[in-house]
């Protein structure tokens, strides 16, 4: 079954909108939580890296005041899409590895595409 | 710059045939070596993590091989079957902990 629950799945809205998504870890602890997006036929594109208890890292070229990343409790991130426009459509997926050690592999949610009018 | 190569993009194959595909990635560095199977309307799923070069994995008729001084892991599928239709994505850990993304290989099996 599951280990990471993403929600929602699927979000269209007006633009200028705000729209929150969350990424649960369902039975296991969190500290490092992983959000990406993925551009029509392309990869995944790492967006940031979201630390419980502290602040998130975004890679480059990623606008920390547009996606707000809060880590609040070891099983809950959140990404929220600040005034959205329709250049910020796309599919937004989140990871996290279960167990310590970097080498973990990462169990990811079902993804939200979100879609703005 | 680190990069990560998958080829080739796409593959339709015969059911019933085997196949393969590369996952080419820096020859630095290197800490690790993840592939994942990512298919339609699922999230993706790991099938293995890679260590250590001359590493082979296997899971069912599912294998992988690692060359890190070379920089290069092939997946191979024996007696590919319709549910094996997927994404394979292969995703670079380096010794920084910064994991990097393939674009992946979009197989398609067809009956």
Known sequence: ?117 | ILNVEQSPQSLHVQEGDSTNFTCSFPSSNFYALHWYRWETAKSPEALFVMTLNGDEKKKGRISATLNTKEGYSYLYIKGSQPEDSATYLCAFLDSNYQLIWGAGTKLIIKP
């Open chain 1, 1 to 117: 079954g599951a280990v990471v629950s993403q929600h929602p799945s699927w979000v269209i809205c007006k633009s200028g909108t705000s729209v929150k998504i969350e990424c649960r870890s369902l039975d296991f602890q969190a500290t490092t939580m992983f959000w990406y997006r993925q551009f029509p036929k392309q990869s995944l594109m790492l967006m940031a890296t979201s630390n419980e208890g502290s602040k998130a890292t975004y890679e480059q070229g990623v606008e920390k005041d547009k996606f707000l990343i809060n880590h609040a409790s070891l099983t809950l991130s959140t990404l929220t899409v600040t005034s959205a426009h329709p250049e910020d459509s796309s599919f937004y997926i989140c990871s996290a590895p279960r167990g310590r050690g970097h080498r973990q592999p990462q169990h990811f949610g079902d993804g939200t595409r979100l879609s703005i009018l």
